[in-house]
């Protein structure tokens, strides 16, 4: 579970005190969670299950399936849109909005 915990923090690009936040908790009792040294109430699960739109079972480990949201072409998008630098990631904004823009208008 722990490093599921990690992979959908990383994958949604938070900080461990941003987690902690939505569970109400420090860093440090998250970063607990994340490298096994502490176990999730049931209700901190379900929480971060809602949070991160996906099951139970999925953090548990007991599912395989990705079940986020996004298709397969969104999450690679994401991925390679979080390795830009801030001017890049203004450049890609940028093109989303006029093509976004040229879309409304046809």
Do not use: P, W
Not at 29 to 50: G, P
């Amino acid at each position: 579970m722990y490093k599921k915990l990690r992979e959908l923090r990383e994958f949604h690009g938070l900080r461990q005190d941003e987690v902690a936040q939505v569970l109400n908790i420090t860093r440090a009792a998250y970063s607990a969670y994340e490298i096994n040294k502490r176990q999730m109430s049931h209700e901190a699960l379900c929480i971060l299950a809602d949070f991160y739109h996906v099951t139970v079972d999925f953090i548990l480990g007991r599912s395989n399936k990705n079940l986020f949201l996004f298709s397969e072409n969104e999450q690679k998008f994401i991925e390679k849109f979080r390795t830009l630098d801030e001017h890049g990631k203004c450049v890609v904004l940028t093109l989303l909005d006029l093509e976004s823009s040229r879309k409304k208008h046809k």
